[in-house]
């Protein structure tokens, strides 16, 4: 089994499939363990050297909703994404499922089931799409699974595969992927690690249509059962997948509600013509 000749990733990548109905067996859990999910934001501000890149955000983020975070470039949703998962010192406070997010390390966020994608997609290139996901289950798995994955590739991290659609690529080195592949790869590594509430950043950047609508209807799935924050600029996307928005402009919440609430109020037709920074003030830090 070592004198296998590597795959060639030509003949390999093809057309993606995910395969939702493998995901029940990595969600399989009764929904009274995610009963009280809730990502609660309240006054967050992040600031690099003096520019304020969040000034004040609300956000409550429900189990069972879609949320999607949408605005402009630089209105600060990655800073947002970020400040939640400890990479970007931030002031305010962060709850999910009752625990004080704000000032705890990433790895102790990660712990209480919070997990993220980038935007530039973040997986270990030079390990397999197996490896990466095993790293991903290594992460949460408790001892007495550990010894049991000796005797093969554990159910989860096998379900996540073919969930992401790429059970036929478990061998190929993570940095020959397209780049959706890479995001459905990390979305995988989401399950696998069990993550209560998944922070999406713009996952469906650089993928076909039919890409776009297979991850859109995940996506619904796993929002059904979890807290789904997406945050995405593209607006067919949205329009199709998002159960609620939240759209932000220069750091703060410009406009929040259903697809329809936000994109029939002025203020953002406004942010999304281009005319917003003539008329608002700019604020100073
Ligand atoms: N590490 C940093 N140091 C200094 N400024 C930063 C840093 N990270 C982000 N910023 C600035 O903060 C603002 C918000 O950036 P952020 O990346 O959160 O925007 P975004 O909404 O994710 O934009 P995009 O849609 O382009 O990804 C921008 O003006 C950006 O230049
Ligand atoms: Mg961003």
Redesign the pocket.
């Known amino acids: 089994m070592s004198e296998q000749t590597p795959p060639t990733p030509a003949a390999l990548l093809g057309e993606g499939q995910l395969d939702p109905d493998a995901l029940e067996a990595v969600l399989a859990a009764p929904v009274e363990r995610f009963r009280h999910d809730y990502l609660e934001i309240r006054g967050l501000r992040v600031s690099?050297?003096g520019?304020v890149?969040v000034d004040g955000v609300d956000l409550t983020v429900t189990q069972g909703d879609l949320r999607f975070l949408i605005?402009p470039?630089?209105?600060?949703?990655?800073?947002i994404v970020d400040a939640i998962t400890g990479l970007a010192a931030a002031t305010g406070s962060v709850r999910f499922g009752g625990v004080d997010l704000l000032g705890k390390p990433s790895h102790r966020i990660a712990r209480a089931g919070v997990g993220r994608t980038f935007?530039t997609a973040s997986v270990f290139d030079e390990l397999s799409v197996l490896q990466n996901l095993d790293i991903a289950a290594g992460a949460s798995r408790r001892a007495h699974t550990l010894l049991r994955r000796r005797s093969g590739i554990p159910d989860d991290v096998e379900a996540a595969m073919e969930t992401v659609g790429l059970a036929h690529l478990r061998d190929v080195t993570a940095g020959v992927l397209a780049h959706g592949q890479k995001q459905w790869l990390e979305i995988g590594m989401l399950l696998v690690q069990d993550a209560h509430l998944l922070l999406l950043d713009e996952p469906v950047a650089g993928m076909s249509q039919a890409e776009r609508e297979e991850t859109g209807l995940l996506l619904q799935r796993i929002g059904a059962q979890r807290t789904v924050v997406v945050?995405e600029?593209d607006m067919e996307f949205l329009r199709s997948f998002a159960s609620s928005v939240t759209v932000?402009h220069q750091g703060r919440v410009l406009s929040e509600g259903t697809v329809a609430e936000v994109q029939a109020d002025p203020r953002v037709v406004e942010v999304y013509l281009g005319t917003a920074s003539t008329s608002t003030t700019t604020k100073e830090a």
């Open positions: 690099f050297d520019f890149a605005g470039n630089g209105a600060g949703k990655t800073t935007q945050v600029h932000l």
